[in-house]
C-alpha cells in the first residue's frame, strides 16, 4: 500500500509560534497532488493548502506554507502565527490519478496561550 | 452555495441492526466518495461513484457494506448487519469533474454508535 506517514501523533505549540507538521508519502504516480485538511472538534474536514508534484514552488495560503522535498518524498505543513483556533487535527493526504485522496494518521495540534 | 449535506448526524445501535446514511453532494458534483475514520484514525475510502457508476469498491466490506447513486446524485451507504467494528464517523465528500487540484470537499460526517 502507498502509504502517508505522519510520525507527530500530537504537539503543542505556543500561541505566536510557527509550528511544523510533519508528513512522508510513497507513490508510484508519476504526478500526484498533497493536500492538507484541518479537522476540529466539530468533525467537519477543513481543505488548508495543495501542492502539485510538478509545482516549482512551495504552495502558501496565508499563514499556512507547505515545504515541499520532492527527492525526500516530504510535504510538511508550517503554520506561521499560531492561533487558539488552529488547535485540530491536521491530515496530510495524497491525491493521484485516480481522483481519491490517501490520508494519513494525523496529528493532533494544541495551541497554548 | 450550499455544502455537501449529511444525515443523521449521529445514529446508535446494537450490533447485528442496519443502518443508513444519506448524502447530498455539492450541486454540480460529479464525483462522491464515502469515508469511513475510525476514531484516532485518518479517513479510510469505502467507495467512490463517478455520476451513477461505480468506480472503486475494492475496500468496501461488501458482505455488509453497501452504497447505491441513484440519478447520480444524492447516495445513500447502509451497513446491515452492523459490528461493533463498524462504529466510527463516515464522511461523504464530492468534487467536481474538472477540478484541477483534486480537492474534495466534505461533509459533517455521520457518527455511528454499535453497542
Known amino acids: 500500500a502507498q502509504k502517508i506517514t505522519q510520525t507527530q501523533p500530537g504537539m503543542f505549540v505556543q500561541e505566536k509560534e510557527a509550528v511544523t507538521l510533519d508528513c512522508t508519502y510513497d507513490?508510484?504516480?508519476?504526478?500526484?497532488?498533497l493536500f492538507w485538511y484541518k479537522q476540529p472538534s466539530s468533525g467537519e474536514m477543513i481543505f488548508l493548502i495543495y501542492?502539485?508534484?510538478?509545482?516549482?514552488q512551495n504552495a502558501t495560503e496565508g499563514r499556512y506554507s507547505l515545504n515541499f522535498q520532492k527527492a525526500r518524498k516530504s510535504a510538511n505543513l508550517v503554520i506561521s502565527a499560531s492561533q487558539l483556533g488552529d488547535s485540530a487535527m491536521y491530515f496530510c493526504a495524497r491525491g493521484g490519478s485516480a481522483r481519491q485522496l490517501t490520508f494519513g494518521s494525523g496529528t493532533q495540534l494544541t495551541v497554548l496561550p | 452555495e450550499a455544502g455537501v449535506a449529511q444525515s443523521p448526524r449521529y445514529k446508535i445501535i446494537e450490533k447485528r441492526q442496519s443502518v443508513a446514511f444519506w448524502c447530498n453532494p455539492i450541486s454540480g458534483h460529479a464525483t462522491l466518495y464515502w469515508y469511513q475514520q475510525i476514531l484516532g484514525q485518518g479517513p479510510k475510502l469505502l467507495i467512490q461513484?463517478?455520476?451513477?457508476?461505480?468506480?472503486?469498491d475494492s475496500q468496501l466490506p461488501k458482505d455488509r457494506f453497501s452504497a447505491e447513486r441513484l440519478k447520480g446524485v444524492d447516495s445513500t451507504l447502509k451497513i446491515q448487519p452492523a459490528k461493533l467494528e463498524d462504529s466510527a464517523v463516515y464522511l461523504c465528500?464530492?468534487?467536481?469533474?474538472?477540478?484541477?487540484?483534486?480537492?474534495?470537499?466534505f461533509g459533517e460526517g455521520s457518527r455511528l454508535t454499535v453497542l
Open positions: 465528500a464530492s468534487s467536481p469533474v474538472k477540478n484541477n487540484a483534486g480537492e474534495l470537499f
Open positions: 501542492q502539485g508534484s510538478y509545482d516549482q
Open positions: 507513490t508510484s504516480d508519476p504526478s500526484y497532488g
Open positions: 461513484f463517478q455520476n451513477n457508476g461505480v468506480v472503486d
